[in-house]
């Protein structure tokens, strides 16, 4: 199948069509290199505490040696990480990938199921859990195979006195960790203890070896684990740097880092892609607690942040943000789902940078296409194939569909997954025969190759035999000045068979369904007006900040 490629010509002078995959044979080469490189700088602070990429390469050094030596693991043998953005994070990940070994990220704010179904299904023998999360693990161990589990709190790598008391807080005073029996359980401190005096041998790492296994999060059956080898993370290390290398200086970036490590966006566009850099990654534990976020972000100086569309919404209604110095900010950069024009438009008014979209999935690595970094408003758009990849839309039939027309978005690149582990049908149902990976987004492109995605294939609504796109509805109610947030979800009607719902968060105690009703019957045509306007104090949400859709469905006790 031979497919033109429009978007080589919108290309920012500066970025290649192409990346050499095969510069680094790893991303353990990578990380050798900016440890090399950026001994001296900062790599990861949180809560007043910064690892330098000198102390980053020690202490996951020691932990390697831990996994390798006292636990005996072996080549691709799987450790799983359940934290938040804690310091110990990103030393147990390039530890366990030093060691040659898989990491598989884990949300911590899984249920004992979800818990259970990941080790399991991954066959983890080790795993790192905050303490927090600990008294889940302790309930579904015994039927997993994890042979050995490290804990940490908080406060453990933290400065003298301030670790101590951060720790004694959480136990103490907040009692804010559940009581839990770990027979056998050691500490991450007595972790890095253990393999403080030891060689880490060296490790044959090569470009097919899996590095991650990236859960899916489920929505539409079970969560699979997306293999990505270490090959699809240099790639993508590779394709985002390029794109973003102009106004990057080496050794000088600060990134917000408030998206979670464990997911595929914050792990590849901050921990790894500014790791290339040498820069400094600002972690942030909670970012819900948005008095103290707001706090960091005006001490930072930071140069980049990244998020979701409800996380810039929530900074953009958080007092104190607007009074922040921007002039060090060249990169905002948003993805994980739409990115709504209100938002946008506001983002840039308050902080003069134009908030980028970018799109991507777990199964490329993330990234996949990608705005140009200078444009001067948000454009609706997700961008252009990023380099070494090639983009199509396909039907229902597989066939291509014309420039202009809504098809199945298609991806082909040296960032696409390996496959799901363990799980080849599966994978035979997202990447077919000649090498596509379905992404399951309904999209169109533009005649500079410019793609915009129409919505999630199973979040579409039909009504009368009409699709109807939910993010066309959420832009639009979002532009109310008394709307803080919006979701459209699809639900049964008699007459239409499926009608639109839609569920909002107000910034207005005094906004009404009536006045929501006037102002999509000026914005939208007959067949796309809400049917069910329901109001809510919140909606729900994943640990990313991703709407839940699903849980809107349910039809509400009471609606208008």
Avoid at 88 to 108: D, E, K, M, S, W
Wanted: aromatic share 8%; hydrophobic share 40%; charged share 20%.
């Amino acid at each position: 199948m031979s497919i033109e490629r429009p978007w080589l010509a919108s290309y920012p002078a500066f970025v290649p069509a192409q990346i050499n995959v095969d510069e680094f044979p790893s991303i353990v080469s990578v990380f050798d290199q900016a440890c090399d490189r950026f001994r001296e700088n900062p790599a990861f602070t949180n809560l007043g505490t910064t690892l330098t990429y000198e102390d980053l390469d020690r202490l996951s050094a020691r932990f390697a040696c831990y996994l390798l030596n006292d636990l005996k693991l072996k080549k691709g043998d799987r450790v799983a990480l359940m934290m938040p953005n804690i310091l110990q994070y990103p030393i147990a990940i390039f530890g366990v990938l030093r060691a040659g070994l898989t990491v598989v990220n884990t949300n911590p704010m899984y249920t004992g199921r979800e818990l259970r179904h990941q080790l399991k299904d991954s066959g983890a023998s080790a795993i790192v859990v905050l303490e927090m999360f600990a008294h889940t693990l302790a309930e579904v161990i015994e039927d997993t195979p994890i042979r050995q589990v490290i804990t940490t709190c908080i406060g453990d790598l933290l400065a003298f006195p301030k670790g101590q008391i951060v720790n004694f807080v959480l136990r103490h005073v907040k009692n804010a960790i559940p009581d839990y029996d770990l027979p056998g359980a050691i500490t991450f401190k007595q972790a890095l203890a253990r393999g403080e005096d030891s060689t880490l041998p060296v490790v044959d790492i090569r470009h097919d070896d899996i590095a991650f296994l990236q859960y899916t999060g489920g929505t539409t059956g079970v969560a699979k684990g997306a293999m990505l080898t270490h090959r699809n993370l240099v790639a993508n290390m590779q394709q985002s740097s390029a794109w973003i290398s102009k106004d990057c200086v080496p050794g000088k970036e600060i990134i917000i880092t408030a998206l979670p490590l464990y997911h595929i966006f914050a792990l590849t566009s901050n921990c790894l892609v500014f790791m290339k850099f040498g820069g400094l990654n600002v972690l942030i534990t909670d970012p819900r607690n948005m008095k103290d976020f707001v706090k960091v972000l005006s001490t930072s100086r930071f140069t980049a942040i990244t998020g979701v569309n409800t996380l810039f919404n929530s900074l953009l209604n958080t007092p104190g943000f607007s009074d922040i110095d921007f002039s060090t900010v060249h990169l905002a950069l948003g993805g994980g789902m739409a990115v709504q024009r209100a938002v946008a438009e506001r983002w840039k008014a308050v902080t003069g940078v134009t908030l980028v979209e970018a799109y991507g999935l777990t199964e490329t690595s993330p990234a996949c296409c990608m705005n140009p970094l200078d444009l001067a408003e948000y454009n609706g758009a997700i961008g252009l194939p990023i380099p070494s990849t090639d983009c199509c839309l396909k039907d229902e039939e597989g066939n291509l569909v014309a420039q202009g027309e809504v098809g199945e978005l298609c991806a082909k690149g040296p960032q696409v997954m390996a496959g799901y582990w363990q799980r080849p049908e599966e994978t035979a149902k997202v990447i077919d025969a000649d090498g596509w990976l379905h992404t399951g987004d309904m999209a169109k492109m533009d005649a500079q190759g410019f793609f915009y995605v129409v919505d999630r294939k199973k979040d579409m609504i039909l009504v009368s035999g009409f699709n109807v796109y939910p993010n066309e509805i959420e832009d639009v109610i979002a532009m109310m000045p008394g709307v803080l947030e919006v979701a459209a979800v699809g639900v049964p009607d008699e007459k239409s068979g499926e009608a639109v719902k839609v569920v909002i968060v107000r910034k207005d105690p005094g906004l009404t369904a009536e006045q929501v009703k006037t102002f999509c019957r000026e914005n939208l045509t007959g067949y796309k007006l809400p049917k069910v306007i329901e109001f809510r104090d919140e909606l729900p949400k994943s640990n990313v900040g991703k709407i839940l859709r699903r849980e809107l469905r349910e039809v509400p006790k009471t609606s208008v």
